[in-house]
């Protein structure tokens, strides 16, 4: 199975939205009209425990701050591109800033807010 074959797998079967993560790759997002795929920065890593649970808090976050949950669950409604990007970069961003750091610590919204205003400048 490669990585389209999955996403659509998924989407077939109901789902709204698909997400597949590729580690020090990045991530891609997929929905009926829409598919993002955003590149993960170069780290340090220095542990993988909690990158995973680190990705799905930060697009939990993205899409519950923004007009993406309203519109999964909107019959008929799509998915703003830019916002489905940017939800996606922030759960990159937090698994990035997870692994920084020995254990199980994702970063407070703070930290992500910061290494994203820092990302823009």
Partial sequence: ???QRILDHILERGAKL???TFGARGAT???KNTEVMVHSRPV????TIGAGD????GLLHGLLNSSLAQSLTTKGATLDQSELEFA??????CS???VLT???NPPRLEALNDSLRAQIS
């Fill in 1 to 3: 199975w490669d990585c």
């Fill in 18 to 20: 698909a997400v597949m």
């Fill in 102 to 104: 020995s254990g199980a």
């Fill in 29 to 31: 997002a997929r929905a």
């Fill in 96 to 98: 990035e800033l997870t």
């Fill in 54 to 57: 680190a990705f799905m808090s």
């Fill in 88 to 93: 996606l970069t922030q759960a990159t961003r």
């Fill in 44 to 47: 340090k890593i220095v542990d």
